[in-house]
């Protein structure tokens, strides 16, 4: 039985583990076996750059996390090496970051376990098809294209009429000058 500093340590930890979890967007939880220093500190300040949080996790803390935030199918993929990358802003992040580095490392070092996104628990499989989703700027800049298609698209038919026009009244200039 652990002593009362050593167990209030943990509830913390489970707390905050529980927290992060509920208050991301989405996450992925992954398998890091063999992975160089190197490796993990290129992969570290890709995460940094994307704003998505990463760290090794203890397994038997998180299956209390899960259970807190209703992630509970998590569960079964909580052994071996464990670590979590979530994002608060974008749901796509984690997932696009961690399947570039798995796919670097011939998808041997780094494994993705599973995933969450908006207290959903999501398969290796569907992690992977939403790495492959455009980044948030992409897709919003994709969405504003959309709608700015048909106001172009009017501009360009009056710039037409007026561009039309204005050749009109100079052929008629130079007929009246000429």
């Known amino acids: 039985m652990p002593n009362a500093k050593v167990l209030q340590e943990k509830q913390e930890i489970v707390k ?6 509920q208050k991301a967007s989405a996450g992925v939880f992954v398998d890091y076996k063999g992975i160089t220093v190197a490796e993990d500190s290129a992969l570290r300040s890709q995460m940094r750059k994307s ?5 090794v996790v203890k397994n038997t803390l998180t ?15 909580l052994n071996g090496t464990t670590a ?20 670097k490392m011939n998808g041997k ?18 992690v992977s098809a939403l790495a492959d989703l455009p980044a948030k700027e992409v897709l919003q800049a994709q969405v504003l294209g959309t709608m700015l ?18 050749v009109a009244l100079q052929a008629i200039a130079d ?3 000429g």
């Open 84 to 103: 979590l990358a979530v994002s608060f802003t974008d749901p796509v992040a984690p997932a696009r970051i961690v399947s570039e580095f798995a796919k």
């Open 63 to 77: 299956r209390f996390a899960v259970k807190q935030v209703g992630l509970d199918a998590v569960e079964p993929v």
């Open 16 to 21: 905050g583990l529980a927290e992060k979890m």
């Open 149 to 166: 298609a048909p106001v172009t698209g009017l501009v360009n038919v009056l710039n037409a009429n007026i561009r039309g026009l204005a």
């Open 175 to 177: 007929q009246k000058v």
């Open 51 to 55: 704003e998505v949080e990463y760290a």
């Open 109 to 126: 070092k780094l494994i993705v376990k599973a995933g969450f996104v908006d207290g959903k628990v999501i398969s290796p499989a569907e």
